[in-house]
């Protein structure tokens, strides 16, 4: 004769029935399912950082990767407004002037600081940002990503081979970010002095989207001596 599980188990299963018998102060099955829900969430948006974080890191060139304040010249920060600029500053930053000055330098000192903050950074040159908002493009959430991280990098504007199909995509990159008040940076060449720069951004993208781009925001002019090593001897 088989004996039943149960009659071996002698006063378990009228012990385990004390310890999980509902009190006042157990959790209902609502709470319990909100709360699995909140950690479900948390989960998601930790995963969520950490592939944000990871495409910023294989995005960022390499030279750029340990950039910060403490490399640049008093040149590339004058007054201290790059090393303040995320903590004080306007919502916007175009970083102007002649090649070799330090302007991406100086831009990806202050990307790497606020990634290093956890705090969501998209960079991209504009000539890359135009190929990935195409569609045919790989890149499928780049307008959304553009658009809605906390910063985003616009680096070498004005490189970029400029169509009336790139001015509609840059018209609404710029003005998503101007409505929703969200922090950009802009490196472009230009003539030594602010007003030369936003004229030479004008006569090439036309004074909407210039407007867009320093909406609430300033434009430095990086002029001093070149900054890139040129090795002549090996």
């Given at each position: 004769?088989?004996?039943?599980?149960?009659?071996?188990?002698?006063?378990?299963?009228?012990?385990?029935?004390?310890?999980?018998?509902?009190?006042?102060?157990?959790?209902?099955?609502?709470?319990?399912?909100?709360?699995?829900?909140?950690?479900?969430?948390?989960?998601?948006?930790?995963r969520q950082a950490a592939n944000r974080a990871i495409v910023y890191t294989r995005r960022r060139p390499t030279r750029y990767a340990n950039a910060t304040?403490?490399?640049?010249?008093?040149?590339?920060?004058?007054?201290?407004?790059?090393?303040?600029?995320?903590?004080?500053?306007?919502?916007?930053?175009?970083?102007?002037?002649?090649?070799?000055?330090?302007?991406?330098?100086?831009?990806?000192?202050?990307?790497?600081?606020?990634?290093?903050?956890?705090?969501?950074?998209?960079?991209?040159?504009?000539?890359?940002?135009?190929?990935?908002?195409?569609?045919?493009?790989?890149?499928?959430?780049?307008?959304?990503?553009?658009?809605?991280?906390?910063?985003?990098?616009?680096?070498?504007?004005?490189?970029?081979?400029?169509?009336?199909?790139?001015?509609?995509?840059?018209?609404?990159?710029?003005?998503?970010?101007?409505?929703?008040?969200?922090?950009?940076?802009?490196?472009?060449?230009?003539?030594?002095?602010?007003?030369?720069?936003?004229?030479?951004?004008?006569?090439?993208?036309?004074?909407?989207?210039?407007?867009?781009?320093?909406?609430?925001?300033?434009?430095?002019?990086?002029?001093?001596?070149?900054?890139?090593?040129?090795?002549?001897?090996?």
């Amino acid at each position: 004769m088989t004996t039943p599980i149960r009659a071996t188990l002698g006063d378990w299963p009228t012990r385990a029935a004390s310890n999980t018998t509902p009190t006042t102060n157990s959790p209902t099955l609502a709470e319990l399912q909100a709360e699995a829900d909140r950690r479900e969430m948390d989960a998601i948006r930790a995963r969520q950082a950490a592939n944000r974080a990871i495409v910023y890191t294989r995005r960022r060139p390499t030279r750029y990767a340990n950039a910060t304040y403490n490399q640049l010249t008093p040149a590339q920060n004058p007054d201290g407004k790059i090393t303040r600029w995320w903590d004080h500053g306007p919502r916007a930053l175009v970083l102007a002037g002649p090649a070799r000055t330090g302007k991406t330098t100086a831009a990806y000192a202050i990307a790497n600081d606020v990634h290093n903050r956890d705090t969501w950074v998209t960079v991209w040159t504009a000539a890359d940002l135009s190929a990935a908002l195409k569609p045919d493009s790989t890149e499928p959430f780049a307008y959304d990503y553009a658009t809605t991280c906390p910063l985003l990098v616009l680096d070498d504007l004005g490189r970029e081979r400029v169509t009336d199909w790139w001015l509609e995509q840059l018209q609404r990159v710029v003005d998503a970010r101007c409505a929703h008040q969200r922090r950009l940076i802009v490196t472009t060449n230009s003539a030594p002095n602010a007003d030369a720069a936003y004229d030479d951004l004008a006569t090439r993208y036309g004074h909407p989207v210039v407007e867009r781009l320093i909406d609430d925001g300033g434009v430095l002019v990086l002029d001093g001596p070149a900054v890139r090593r040129v090795v002549n001897q090996w």
